[in-house]
C-alpha cells in the first residue's frame, strides 16, 4: 500500500505511450465512496511528463471531468502527442478505468503543454490578495483541531469525527492554514456556523490560505509536477461552502466539472514551503468558479489552477 505521495502519483508504462497507476485511487476529502480527483490529474500530468523531452517543461494543462473514478481500480492514462515543433509539446491524455461493471470508461480527458524555456521579456508576479503569516507561526490541521477541541468548541467525539476529512494534509503532503483565511475559522467548512474574521465581506473577497509542502523526496520533474496538480486540485470544489456558511448536508451535488492548471516556473519544488490561497469568482446556474494560486517563500507566484465545479440545490427543493 502506497505510504506517501510520490507513491501514491507513481504510474508504470504498460505499453507505448499508455501507463497505468501502481495503486488505486484513494477516496480523500468528500462524503461519497468516489476517488479525490486529484489523483487523475496527477496520473496524467506524470505521464504527459514521461512522454515530454527533458528540454520541455509543463507549463499547462487544461482537463474535463468526465465521470468519478472509484477506489477498486488502477487507471490507465493513454497519451497521444498532438504538436511538436522545435519551441512547443501537446499532449492529448486519456484517462481511463474499468468500472464495477467491468466496462472500461473514461474517467478525465486532458491537454497538456511543454515549453523549451527562453529568455525573459518582461519579469513580474501578482501578490496574495491580503497578507498572511508565515509558515512558522501556522500551526498544521491537526494541531488547529486539537486546539478547538481544548478550548471546548468541540467535543472529543467531534475532534475524532473530523480528522478523516485532514487526511491528505496529514499523510500525503503537510498543511499548515492560515489564521487570516475562513477555512481555519470553520475547519474547512464542517462547523459551517463558525464565524469568521470575513463576515462583512461579499463572496468574491473572501479567501482562504494555507502553507503546504511535500516532506518525502520527489526525485523528477514529472514528480514534482504530478504532485503540484494533485495539491492544486484540493478545496476548489468545496469553496463556495466554506465561504458561504455552506457544507455538503446543504447540496445534492458538489464537485469539479473543468481545470485549468497554469505553470509559470520551470524549476518548482513542492518539497518547499508554498504559500496557496483559493478565492471565489463566481456562482449561479448551479456551477461554482473558484480560483487557487500558490507562491514559493521569496513571493514568486508559480501556478494557479481555476476549476468550474457543479453546485446543485438540494433535490426537496431543486425545480429541475
Known amino acids: 500500500m502506497a505510504s506517501n505521495l510520490a507513491e501514491h502519483i507513481s504510474i508504470q508504462r504498460i505499453d507505448k505511450s499508455q501507463y497505468i497507476s501502481k495503486s488505486p485511487p484513494q477516496h480523500i476529502g468528500n462524503e461519497a465512496t468516489l476517488a479525490y480527483g486529484g489523483y487523475a490529474i496527477a496520473y496524467g500530468i506524470h505521464s504527459a511528463c514521461q512522454e515530454a523531452p527533458d528540454a520541455f517543461h509543463l507549463y499547462s494543462v487544461l482537463g474535463n471531468y468526465l465521470r468519478a473514478a472509484n477506489t477498486k481500480e488502477k487507471l490507465i492514462c493513454k497519451t497521444t502527442a498532438l504538436r511538436r515543433s522545435k519551441s512547443f509539446l501537446t499532449y492529448r491524455i486519456t484517462i481511463e478505468q474499468k468500472q464495477l461493471s467491468g466496462e472500461v470508461r473514461p474517467c478525465m480527458e486532458l ?20 497578507k498572511y503569516s508565515h509558515w512558522r507561526d501556522c500551526m498544521p490541521w ?3 483541531v486539537m486546539r478547538w477541541s481544548d478550548s471546548g468548541k468541540i467535543t472529543q467525539a467531534q475532534s475524532e469525527s473530523i480528522r478523516p476529512n485532514f487526511k491528505t494534509s496529514t499523510t500525503l503532503y503537510e498543511c499548515r492554514p492560515c489564521p487570516e483565511g475562513v477555512a481555519y475559522h470553520n475547519l474547512m467548512g464542517i462547523f459551517k456556523d463558525a464565524r469568521t474574521n470575513q463576515e462583512k465581506l461579499p ?3 473572501k479567501s482562504s490560505a494555507d502553507w503546504v509542502r511535500v516532506e518525502q523526496p520527489l526525485q523528477t ?6 504532485s503540484l496538480g494533485f495539491i492544486m486540485d484540493g478545496m476548489l470544489s468545496l469553496l463556495p461552502l466554506i465561504h458561504n456558511h455552506l ?17 509559470f516556473s520551470t524549476r518548482i519544488n513542492v518539497n518547499d514551503w508554498h504559500l496557496r490561497e483559493a478565492i471565489g469568482h463566481h456562482a449561479g446556474h448551479g456551477r461554482s468558479y473558484s480560483e487557487s494560486r500558490i507562491w514559493d517563500e521569496k513571493g514568486n507566484m508559480i501556478a494557479s489552477m481555476t476549476q468550474q465545479s457543479i453546485l446543485r440545490v438540494p433535490a426537496q427543493t431543486s425545480k429541475i
Open 142 to 144: 491537526e494541531q488547529v
Open 203 to 205: 463572496p468574491t473577497e
Open 221 to 226: 520533474e514529472g514528480e514534482q509536477m504530478a
Open 111 to 130: 491537454l497538456a503543454d511543454f515549453h523549451k524555456e527562453e529568455p525573459s521579456l518582461l519579469t513580474y508576479s501578482a501578490s496574495p490578495t491580503r
Open 247 to 263: 457544507f455538503y448536508d446543504d447540496v445534492s451535488a458538489c464537485s469539479s466539472l473543468d481545470f485549468a492548471l497554469r505553470i
